[in-house]
């Protein structure tokens, strides 16, 4: 959900609008159970987080202001009845405190409430801190016998790590016992926004968007039981297909206590007499993001390395790889994360002997491997079932060169777009075997595998100059080291096409790969 709705303001939704169409949903939902008795005052207590889904809590507040009406009694003074009577109290609890607020939106909608509760005293902001303060508003509650009373659970959503802090534990406690002891009573109800803040028996949640997961639970929250009331705010499918910036922020971090060698190791198999530069190019990209990057190749990729202090040279016999070359280079890869095979190999029949052979050990070994270039051409597909440790990064022919048919891929800029009518349409084949991960190189880079799939639409006529296809496997394989094969294929391309859009603005069409790889720590830098 993180992923989509970053991903969706990538495309322009600013986030604070989401959340108003959130908190509007929420506030038009609680509004149902407000009581219109005369004699009966609705009391709505709403228990906000620091993040977002406390921002959900801010806004739904707002428009609950327009549903808990009393204007009436000032219009009374006119001698008129305009609206029913309905007496209505809110009271919001911060847990923190107003400059902890983690959000902009957040922030935001938290400088409305304080500007209406200063003029409205029927709506009351409380910031606590501590757990006995939680304790004194129960307290409170327990007095309101007669009272609806209304608690909105705001405090954590999707944003969730790890076991519940104070004060929001002891708040869960505390609302739980109430509940418990006045089950009896039936106008008093807990509602979650989003998702039940961990252990919080709510009566109804209402959620956005889609059902969440539960990875505790391993199944999604409370589809099994009524309680769930699905909200749709505004979010197109498409946001979900596309890859943005959503992607790049789900990557693992690097942990400020780590060693050398802790953030991958990878080792470039590629090269060879002609082809010398390719496997370069791409160990350059990799070691912008990963520790170390060995380059396995032959004499003439060893002696344009010197160059390049940064990356490490292991030199094999020979001209171009070959079979003899299958269990020295096994060997040395059981010391690498990730191994990256095919750039500048060359296609001939020592490569072809060579290539098929390494990947069966790989198979064997379990190690995760990105096949770009030359590599995909020699492949006997029919002897492998590749498995999720795999990654291919084949342009258009290449793509063929696997088995597949590029009439079958739809709204990929090639001209045949206006064919598919249906984001599920992009791809009119049979995907369900495919566990590896296939990142199609085009004018929208397409990336898939049988559970995913996802357009990205960074890059420019620019890229098409040699080389970048090597950074961008570079790319893939530095990620690849700490993520699952699909986000590393989406985040590859987007990196590298977004390398490729500021390169643009800067110098025209006029880049080289040099100049891409260079930028890679910058768009690194700007999505952190
Ligand atoms: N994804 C979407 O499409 C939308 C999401 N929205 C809301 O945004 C929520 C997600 O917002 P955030 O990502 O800010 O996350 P949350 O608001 O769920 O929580 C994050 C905050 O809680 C704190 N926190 C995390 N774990 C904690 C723990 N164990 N104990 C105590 N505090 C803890 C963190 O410090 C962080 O400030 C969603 O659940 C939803 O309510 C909506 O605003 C609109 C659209
Ligand atoms: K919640």
């Known amino acids: 959900?993180?992923?989509?709705?970053?991903?969706?303001?990538?495309?322009?939704?600013?986030?604070?609008?989401?959340?108003?169409?959130?908190?509007?949903?929420?506030?038009?939902?609680?509004?149902?159970?407000?009581k219109h008795e005369k004699g009966i005052k609705n009391k709505i207590y709403v228990f906000c987080g620091l993040g977002n889904n406390g921002g959900d809590g801010f806004v739904a507040v707002r428009h609950l202001m327009g549903y808990c009406d009393y204007t009436d009694e000032i219009s009374k003074s006119f001698g008129v009845t305009r609206f029913p009577s309905l007496h209505s109290e809110i009271i919001v609890i911060l847990l923190g405190k107003e400059?902890?607020?983690?959000?902009?939106?957040?922030?935001?909608?938290?400088?409305?409430?304080?500007?209406?509760?200063?003029?409205?005293?029927r709506l009351k902001i409380k910031e606590i801190a501590c757990p006995n303060e939680v304790l004194k508003i129960i307290e409170e509650i327990k007095k309101y016998k007669k009272d609806n009373i209304i608690i909105i659970d705001a405090m954590l959503g999707t944003g969730i790590k790890g076991e519940l802090r104070e004060p929001f534990r002891t708040v869960v406690?505390?609302?739980?016992?109430?509940?418990?002891?006045?089950?009896?009573?039936?106008?008093?109800?807990?509602?979650?926004?989003?998702?039940?803040?961990?252990?919080?028996?709510?009566?109804?949640?209402?959620?956005?968007?889609?059902?969440?997961?539960?990875?505790?639970?391993?199944?999604?929250?409370?589809?099994?039981d009524k309680r769930i009331i699905l909200k749709k705010i505004g979010i197109p499918p498409i946001a979900e297909y596309v890859v943005g910036w959503g992607d790049l922020k789900a990557l693992s971090k690097i942990n400020p206590d780590s060693h050398k060698?802790?953030?991958?190791?990878?080792?470039?198999?590629?090269?060879?007499k002609e082809f010398f530069g390719a496997p370069i190019l791409s160990a350059l990209a990799c070691s912008k993001i990963v520790d170390l990057v060995t380059v396995a190749s032959v004499k003439n990729t060893m002696d344009a390395l010197?160059?390049?202090?940064?990356?490490?040279?292991?030199?094999?016999?020979?001209?171009?790889?070959?079979?003899?070359?299958?269990?020295?280079?096994?060997?040395?890869?059981?010391?690498?994360?990730?191994?990256?095979?095919?750039?500048?190999?060359?296609?001939n029949k020592n490569t072809k002997s060579f290539v098929n052979g390494f990947l069966k050990e790989m198979e064997t070994l379990n190690k995760k491997?990105?096949?770009?270039?030359?590599?995909?051409?020699?492949?006997?597909?029919?002897?492998?079932?590749?498995?999720?440790?795999?990654?291919?990064?084949?342009?258009?022919?290449?793509?063929?060169?696997?088995?597949?048919?590029?009439?079958?891929?739809?709204?990929?800029?090639?001209?045949?777009?206006?064919?598919?009518?249906?984001?599920n349409n992009i791809i009119d084949m049979d995907i369900s075997n495919i566990?590896?991960?296939?990142?199609?190189?085009?004018?929208?880079?397409?990336?898939?595998?049988?559970?995913?799939?996802?357009?990205?639409?960074?890059?420019?006529?620019?890229?098409?100059?040699?080389?970048?296809?090597?950074?961008?496997?570079?790319?893939?394989?530095?990620?690849?080291?700490k993520n699952d094969a699909f986000i590393s294929g989406c985040c590859g391309a987007f990196i590298n096409g977004y390398t490729g859009d500021l390169l643009l603005k800067e110098k025209g069409y006029c880049y080289t790969a040099m100049d891409v790889l260079n930028k890679i720590p910058h768009v690194l830098n700007i999505f952190n």
Request: aromatic content about 10%; proline content about 1%.
């Open 1 to 34: 959900m993180n992923i989509t709705d970053n991903n969706f303001e990538y495309l322009g939704m600013p986030k604070i609008v989401l959340m108003e169409n959130a908190g509007k949903s929420i506030a038009d939902e609680v509004a149902t159970y407000l």
């Open 99 to 121: 400059m902890e607020i983690k959000t902009y939106e957040s922030k935001e909608n938290f400088k409305i409430l304080k500007n209406i509760s200063e003029l409205d005293f």
């Open 173 to 224: 406690n505390e609302l739980n016992n109430l509940k418990n002891k006045e089950s009896k009573r039936s106008n008093l109800k807990i509602i979650s926004v989003d998702t039940e803040t961990k252990g919080i028996m709510a009566d109804i949640v209402i959620t956005f968007h889609k059902y969440k997961w539960d990875n505790n639970l391993n199944k999604t929250f409370n589809i099994d």
């Open 261 to 272: 060698g802790d953030n991958g190791k990878v080792l470039v198999v590629g090269g060879s």
């Open 306 to 347: 010197r160059n390049y202090p940064e990356l490490m040279g292991y030199e094999i016999e020979g001209d171009y790889f070959g079979e003899k070359h299958i269990t020295e280079i096994s060997e040395l890869s059981k010391k690498y994360d990730v191994i990256l095979l095919g750039n500048g190999l060359g296609v």
């Open 369 to 423: 491997v990105v096949i770009d270039a030359d590599a995909i051409k020699v492949i006997d597909y029919n002897n492998f079932n590749f498995s999720e440790n795999f990654i291919f990064t084949p342009h258009k022919r290449e793509f063929e060169y696997m088995g597949f048919d590029m009439n079958n891929i739809k709204n990929m800029g090639n001209g045949n777009g206006s064919n598919s009518d249906n984001i």
């Open 435 to 481: 566990d590896s991960t296939i990142v199609l190189k085009g004018k929208y880079d397409l990336i898939f595998n049988k559970n995913n799939i996802k357009i990205n639409k960074t890059g420019n006529a620019g890229m098409t100059v040699g080389g970048t296809g090597d950074v961008l496997c570079g790319i893939i394989g530095g990620l690849f080291s």
